[in-house]
C-alpha cells in the first residue's frame, strides 16, 4: 500500500472512531489531527472537509457492511442460520452498543436532524443491510413485498434492541433480547 493510501486510511479510521464515539457534529478536524498525529495540512491534502472525511468514512463502513455479508453467505448455507448471525452482531458488538449505541443507527440519526445530503449517503448503509436480509427471505421463499417486509422489521427489531441497551446502558437486557430476537427469527422464517 502507498505512503498516501496508508494516510487515507489512518484519517477515515480514526474519524470513524471520534464519529462513532463523539459524533459527527462534536467531532473536529482538530481531534482527528489530535488522534492521528498528522498536519492539519496532510489532513485537509487528502479531504477538503469534515464532510469529504463523512463521506469516506460511510463508503468505508458500508464495503466493511458488504464484505461481512458475503462472508457470511459463502460460509453459512442455511438462510436462518445466516439471519441468526445477523442478530449475534447485537453480542459481538455489545461493550460498543452499550456505550455508543449502533455505530450505523446513532450517524443516521444524528444526520438526518441537520444534514439532509450527508443523510440521504448515509442511508447506504441501512439499505445495504436491508437489501441483504431481503435476498435471505426471497430464498425462503417470501415474496417479493413479503421478504421487504421482514427485512425491515429484522432492521427496526435490531435498531430498537441497540437504542434500549444504549440508553439503559443495560447488557442483561441487551441478551436477553437478543436470544428472543434469535428465536424469532426461527419462527418468521417458518412461516
Same mark, same amino acid.
Not at 473536529?28 to 489530535?34: A, F, H, M
Not at 498536519?39 to 468514512?57: A, C, E, M, Q, R
Not at 436532524?113 to 443491510?129: A, G, H, I, R, V
Not at 417470501?142 to 421487504?148: I, T, Y
Given at each position: 500500500m502507498k505512503q498516501g493510501d496508508k494516510t487515507k486510511q489512518l484519517i477515515l479510521s480514526t474519524a470513524n472512531?471520534?464519529?462513532?464515539?463523539?459524533g459527527f457534529a462534536k467531532t473536529?478536524? /482538530?481531534?482527528?489531527?489530535?488522534l492521528t498525529g498528522l498536519?492539519?495540512? /496532510?489532513?485537509?491534502?487528502?479531504?477538503?472537509?469534515?464532510?469529504?472525511?463523512?463521506?469516506?468514512?460511510v463508503k468505508m463502513r458500508n464495503t466493511d457492511i458488504k464484505n461481512r455479508l458475503?462472508?457470511?453467505?459463502? *460460509?453459512?448455507?442455511?438462510?436462518?442460520?445466516?439471519?441468526?448471525? %445477523?442478530?449475534?452482531?447485537? $453480542?459481538? =458488538?455489545? =461493550?460498543n452498543l452499550i456505550k455508543y449505541g449502533c455505530p450505523m443507527g446513532t450517524l443516521i440519526g444524528e444526520l438526518s436532524?441537520? =444534514?439532509?445530503?450527508?443523510? *440521504? $449517503?448515509?442511508?447506504? $448503509?441501512?439499505?445495504? %443491510?436491508r437489501h441483504w436480509l431481503k435476498q435471505q427471505f426471497k430464498q425462503l421463499? %417470501?415474496?417479493? /413485498?413479503?421478504?421487504?417486509? /421482514?427485512?425491515? =422489521?429484522?432492521?427496526?427489531?435490531?435498531q430498537g434492541i441497540s437504542a434500549i441497551a444504549h440508553l439503559t446502558k443495560d447488557a442483561e437486557f441487551l441478551k436477553s433480547a437478543t436470544t428472543k430476537f434469535k428465536s424469532y427469527i426461527h419462527v418468521i422464517a417458518q412461516s
Open positions: 472512531q471520534l464519529f462513532y464515539q463523539q473536529s478536524l /482538530n481531534d482527528i489531527v489530535k498536519s492539519k495540512g /496532510n489532513i485537509t491534502y487528502h479531504f477538503k472537509s469534515k464532510k469529504d472525511i463523512l463521506f469516506g468514512v458475503d462472508s457470511w453467505n459463502n *460460509e453459512i448455507s442455511v438462510v436462518p442460520d445466516r439471519l441468526e448471525r %445477523f442478530c449475534d452482531i447485537l $453480542m459481538v =458488538e455489545q =461493550e436532524k441537520n =444534514e439532509p445530503e450527508l443523510y *440521504e $449517503m448515509s442511508l447506504q $448503509m441501512l439499505d445495504t %443491510f421463499g %417470501f415474496s417479493n /413485498n413479503k421478504a421487504e417486509e /421482514n427485512s425491515l =422489521e429484522l432492521l427496526s427489531r435490531a
